[in-house]
């Protein structure tokens, strides 16, 4: 991840020469970049190709001209968050305590297209062809039953992703993140023999952390059944991993957040590993909780069991 | 739900005042008492009853409670008991006699209960903040687990709920109103012995308020496994397994 990191650095060093570069330059190649993913350009008639700005990017894999040819998801959005009052409760200074209540704070993204560095998500066919089913079906009026619309632990990714609270209590043994959605408890075993492994796997998969200097490092695996990413169904399949690092960044704005780098593996459905980022605002007016009660509905006899939603085709 | 501008500012401006309780504090515990820890009801109860005799249930209270151990007889559960039917929160007070253990957390003005049970919580406000701005509307619908306010008398937490939806019983058969008040005095009364005297205030349904006792023994410190009742449900377990 530091490699990723350093990665993303130097990409942003090179726009950043590149854009000097428009400044003396009358006109760039830079300017005429294509946009990530799309065919490679040949060089201007008449020229060598420009020195300036990143590489063209690889062209699209089968799979990626698949998923790209999708019709796009909503736009993300969320609902406006209070303010925080001054003489509110502040994060604690220990960079290893997380303890507190956070929030999701940008648009949900309603369905991951480019990894963190804006490159197309590196599908295998099988991982593009799930994601086609899913967003066709959803498009068609006729949703596939997911974890949430049964209201089961919907996974990691999905629980922290939702722009609703949660609050972090930590021991020494372990760290719990309880959600306000879905009864959601996301158990970090820092300590993994003072809990065993459960006879059966668990929705949310098992957890095992460790620090990395003050970033908490969490790999997430041994999950019940795959899960969606989102709410459009990118795909994770059931022996899939999430690596979650998470670290407590306070720039002195007033405005502390959690930022977590997700770093996704699963063979089936992806080439190579691939990495999203979030930040989760510090948010104490939040920590209480509204109810979620999701049982009342679903087990109500008077409605369809699944309303306007269908199985899933089996691969 | 209309909410209007004058609304909306005004509860803004309330949240620029943060009563001192726990503010403070940060995201460390708020200073003793503590109640925090591991707990599990002493003796496992299915039932609430007031400390001094029988319930004390008006004539229509005592109809519908009749009506209820008829449903429960026949096995119609659904129409009366939507925890047992459904997995439904058994909200306030009924989860504090679920069987299973609970944690609780003091954090930031806030006490909250992690249920075992379905992975269930309440949470009781010490906080004394004006309501925040309800732009989806939420307190047009009374909850499981109602709205409930605590503060400090002594060494006991005092928690008064109210807005519990009448779709949850007070134990597996007494019913409420959303008029009912529930207060409960919480608080150590040993090292490892945690009592909860809960006063039921329901005119609707009970002729007069009255109290229960129910205590908690500490337990080890633990994680607790992830526990989904819908699951239970569906293997046609009990979705309240007792212990």
């Known amino acids: 991840m530091r490699a990723d990191i350093a990665g993303l650095g130097r990409l942003k060093g090179l726009v950043l020469t590149g854009a000097a570069a428009l400044s003396v330059v ?7 970049t294509p946009p990530p993913g799309a065919p490679p350009q040949s060089a201007p008639e008449g020229g060598p190709p420009s020195q300036f700005g990143p590489p063209p990017p690889p062209p699209l894999t ?8 999708l019709p796009p998801p909503m736009p993300g959005g969320m609902p406006p968050l209070p303010p925080e009052p001054p003489g509110a409760p502040k994060p604690a200074s220990d960079p290893r305590d997380l303890q507190g209540a956070w929030v999701h704070d940008q648009n949900l993204e309603f369905r991951m297209q480019n990894d963190m560095y804006g490159r197309p998500i590196p599908y295998t066919m099988e991982g593009a062809e799930v994601l086609a089913r899913r967003v066709r079906s959803l498009n068609a009026g006729k949703p596939f039953i997911n974890a949430s619309s049964k209201c089961r632990p919907p996974g990691v990714e999905w629980q922290r992703d939702l722009n609703m609270p949660f609050q972090i209590f930590q021991s020494k043994d372990w760290i719990e993140f309880i959600f306000e959605e879905y009864h959601g408890r996301w158990r970090v075993l820092m300590n993994p023999d003072s809990a065993p492994a459960p006879a059966a796997r668990d929705y949310m998969g098992r957890s095992v952390g460790h620090w990395d200097g003050s970033t908490l490092v969490v790999e997430t695996t041994d999950m019940k059944q795959g899960v969606y990413l989102d709410t459009d169904g990118t795909p994770l399949s059931h022996d899939g991993k999430i690596t979650s690092r998470i670290r407590k960044v306070d720039n002195g704005d007033g405005h502390p957040f959690l930022e977590i780098v997700s770093t996704f593996e699963d063979p089936r459905y992806y080439t190579h590993p691939w990495s999203v980022v979030r930040t989760f605002g510090w948010t104490p007016s939040l920590a209480v909780f509204h109810e979620y009660n999701c049982e009342e509905q679903i087990g109500d006899p008077s ?4 309303p306007g939603l269908i199985p899933e085709p089996q691969d | 739900m209309i909410v209007s501008k004058s609304h ?43 400390i001094d005799g029988p319930i004390p249930f008006t004539t229509e209270g005592r109809k519908r409670f009749a009506a209820n151990q008829r449903m429960k007889a026949r096995g119609d559960f ?40 379905n992975q269930a919580i309440r949470q009781i406000d010490l906080r004394g903040l004006p309501p925040a701005p309800d732009f989806m509307g939420y307190a047009l619908v009374p909850t499981m687990t109602g709205t409930s306010k605590g503060h400090w008398e002594g060494d006991t937490l005092v928690a008064v709920t109210t807005d519990i939806s009448e779709r949850t019983l007070l134990d597996d058969l007494t019913p409420h109103t959303d ?3 529930v207060t409960e005095h919480l608080r150590l009364v040993g090292p490892d012995t945690l009592e909860d005297r809960i006063t039921i205030d329901d005119p609707a349904t009970f002729t007069r308020p009255w109290e229960s006792v129910v205590a908690y023994r500490r337990q080890p410190a633990a994680l607790f496994p992830e526990d989904v009742c819908l699951d239970r449900h569906d293997a046609h377990q009990p979705a309240i397994p007792s212990q």
């Open chain 2, 78 to 117: 659904d129409d009366y008991d939507i925890t047992t039917s459904r997995c439904s929160s058994p909200g306030t007070p009924r989860l504090m006699l679920t069987p299973e253990r609970f944690k609780i957390w003091q954090r930031m003005g806030v006490v909250t209960f992690d249920f075992e049970w």
């Open chain 1, 303 to 306: 409605t369809p069991p699944d």
């Open chain 2, 179 to 181: 008029a009912m008040k």
């Open chain 1, 26 to 32: 009358a006109a760039g190649a830079f300017a005429q």
């Open chain 1, 62 to 69: 089968e799979a990626q001209k698949l998923a790209a040819s």
């Open chain 2, 8 to 50: 909306v500012l005004q509860a803004l401006a309330g949240l620029l005042v943060w009563v001192a309780v726990g503010a403070s504090a940060g995201a460390q515990p708020v200073p003793a008492p503590n109640l925090e820890g591991v707990w599990k009801i002493a003796k496992p109860q299915s039932s609430l009853r007031p």
